[in-house]
């Protein structure tokens, strides 16, 4: 339901582009540097239209007398008694002057304007006697002047913060031999998708490991931002590859810039980007990652310039300008990509003492709050324009995951204090659980997808990340339903491992289904796919944490196993395009999220507990740790924490 106070007070409609000039000084320079040519051209037409004016129209002082403030200015007079008259300080003279005295004053004044008027026009003759190419030489002299002069602006020193407690980013050895070894294979898997991508793609977003070259997806826009590189520098630094982190922060402090004409996702942006460098800061502690990521925040808030403050999908990272995917229920925002940046906002607001991330992901879940949701599940998609939902889609998966993951880390990534965020998941789980989570005949636990009424029993390997979520969000449960959430996400673990049991290369689908006999094995060939994913390693771990049941690093190892076999190829590792044929085809592409999710996850997996503790850390949707905050020190207004 629309909800009246989300319009704008004057209950006019905001256009979409609502971005004023001054909202971007820095594009509002450069356009007055390039129309500088023309502007040049108009003033000079206009001084010589002045000129002519000036001399060629009849003189109506012969016809009629007019004061002129100018006249008034230049003539000093003190004798009010004669008609003159005082306005506001400045006299008016009367009309019993001395006529000879006034005529060689307005001739002085007529010759000072000619000269001014003429020395103009030389002036304006010398700008046009140069070259187009002195002129635009001149013009990106300007120009250049005004980017260093921003990028002074951003990179100025951010007030020092006390940093919270950072346990556990250099432990985590195994004294077992075999886990040690275990891990170790880890960690060379990591070495190679990171040596390849070093020689064949650097500074490209991802690499394309048999054709051996950079590659990119319109998440990332038209521009090379080093997304492999942003993404592994936490899991590089965890496995104690210090010389390949180093390199990549050469690259960033180099090489990254967001004043780039390219339009991004907000949501990839932010988790795998913002996500990436907080981590590199808190893990590292060097100042480059925290000012990459406020330079690159700011360059995403343009994104919430909408009617009702629900973000765009995508926004021009130069221009500011914002919009959503085509293809998403009428121009609707996606629940999973607006609900999901609360974690880096927050870092960012406590990191720079600026509260305007905290306050743009607040007003999204406030407004969230207010609203109506059929059968209590929230639809994947809402609309920015009008703050109404669009299609009621519900998903745990693709669409909807890691909005419901998000309000568990909220709460506890604020040590617990924000138990709005705690209330909000317990709610939606109740939800899910009662309409979504269905036993297969088999006897398999699955969380399908609801759409208009009904239930579709098929889950995505997306939707296998919830085993962990709901082990994680168990202690702290209502009703004391801890030992209820564990199981639960025991059950999803073990039909997430069925769905890579029951294939050829022991991988899973990327999405599989429950219906006429078929149990989590996936039925369309454009379903068949592995690209890489972490999500079913994901709950491994996370259910190791929680029960160390060896189950779990068995299943890992699995996989380990099955990835190093099917997916490595000499060029780094690639996804296959059927998990269900013996001799598999590759798509080519190695995911950022490979090095930022699925070898850390597993590597972790393979670690001691003490390896970046879950009471210390919270992990983002793309495996970036960011630490437990002790919110109850700080003063964000309006923090649920901080009441
Ligand atoms: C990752 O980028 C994140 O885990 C995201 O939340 C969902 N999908 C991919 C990996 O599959």
């Known amino acids: 339901m629309t909800t009246p106070a989300l319009l704008p007070l004057s209950g006019r409609r905001l256009p979409p582009l609502n971005l004023g000039a001054s909202a971007f000084p820095h594009h509002r320079a450069t356009l007055r540097l390039s129309e500088k040519f023309i502007l040049l051209l108009i003033l000079s037409a206009f001084i010589t239209l002045c000129f002519g004016a000036f001399f060629f129209l009849p003189d109506s002082s012969k016809h009629k007398r007019f004061d002129l403030g100018l006249e008034d200015v230049l003539i000093p007079h003190v004798d009010t008694s004669k008609g003159g008259k005082n306005l506001g300080g400045f006299l008016i003279h009367g009309q019993g002057h001395d006529e000879h005295r006034h005529r060689e004053e307005e001739e002085r004044l007529r010759n000072k304007i000619r000269a001014d008027h003429e020395k103009a026009l030389e002036e304006a003759k010398e700008k046009l006697k140069k070259s187009r190419d002195e002129i635009q030489a001149e013009i990106q002299t300007e120009k250049n002047k005004v980017v260093q002069e921003l990028k002074k602006k951003d990179s100025k020193p951010l007030p020092p913060v006390p940093l919270p407690n950072l346990v556990g980013i250099n432990s985590g050895e195994p004294a077992d031999p075999d886990i040690r070894e275990k891990r170790n294979k880890v960690k060379e898997m990591m070495k190679h998708a990171w040596d390849n991508y070093r020689q064949y793609g650097w500074g490209h977003n991802e690499l394309k490991p048999i054709a051996r070259k950079g590659h990119s997806t319109n998440i990332f826009g ?30 960033i402090d180099k ?46 808030l343009p994104a919430f310039n909408t009617p009702t403050g629900i973000p765009w999908a995508m926004v021009n990272l130069k221009s500011g300008v914002g919009r959503n995917w085509g293809w998403a229920s009428a121009g609707s925002s996606i629940l999973a990509e607006f609900g999901t940046l609360h974690m880096e906002f927050v870092h960012l607001s406590y990191l720079t003492g600026d509260p305007v991330y905290y306050n743009k992901v607040m007003h999204i879940r406030k407004l969230l709050q207010k609203m109506d949701r059929p059968n209590g599940l929230y639809p994947n998609y809402l609309n920015p324009r009008t703050g109404r939902w669009g299609q009621h889609h519900t998903s745990v998966g693709g669409l909807g995951d890691s909005f419901y993951e998000y309000l568990l880390k909220a709460w506890l990534m604020s040590d617990k204090t924000d138990t709005e965020a705690r209330k909000m998941y317990d709610d939606a789980i109740e939800a899910i659980e009662k309409h979504l989570i269905r036993k297969s005949n088999g006897g398999l636990t699955f969380i399908g997808e609801w759409k208009n009424g009904h239930l579709e029993r098929k889950m995505g390997h997306l939707t296998c990340f919830a085993g962990g979520m709901f082990a994680l969000g168990a202690d702290g449960s209502r009703d004391d339903k801890a030992g209820h959430y564990l199981q639960l996400g025991a059950e999803i673990a073990h039909t997430c491992h069925e769905s890579y049991d029951r294939t ?140």
Not at 223 to 237: F, K
Not at 511 to 533: M, S
Not at 554 to 571: F, H, L, P, T
């Open 255 to 300: 090489n990254l810039d967001f004043s780039v004409n390219s339009e991004v996702s907000v949501f990839e942006v932010n988790i795998r980007f913002i996500g990436g460098l907080l981590a590199a800061y808190y893990l590292s502690g060097q100042e480059v990652f925290k000012i990459k990521a406020v330079q690159l925040a700011g360059k995403l």
């Open 504 to 643: 050829a290369l022991k991988l899973g689908p990327e999405a599989f289904k429950f219906d006429g006999g078929v149990e989590a094995v996936a039925v369309r060939q454009n379903e068949k796919y592995y690209i890489l994913r972490p999500e079913v390693i994901e709950t491994y771990w996370y259910m190791w944490r929680f029960t160390h049941d060896p189950k779990y690093r068995q299943w890992g190892w699995e996989a380990i196993q099955a990835i190093d076999k099917y997916c490595r190829v000499s060029g780094g590792f690639s996804g296959v395009k059927d998990v269900y044929s013996s001799s598999p085809t590759y798509d080519d592409v190695q995911q950022s999220f490979f090095l930022a999710e699925t070898l850390k996850y597993l590597y972790l997996l393979f670690s001691n507990d003490d390896l970046l503790p879950l009471d210390n850390w919270v992990f983002n949707t793309e495996a970036h740790p960011l630490p437990v905050l002790h919110l109850a020190n700080t003063t964000l207004s309006g923090n649920p924490a901080y009441r």
């Open 222 to 251: 038209n521009s090379q931002m080093g997304a492999t590189i942003v993404d592994a520098l936490d899991t590089l630094y965890i496995m104690g590859l210090h010389d390949e982190f180093r390199e990549g922060q050469e690259w």
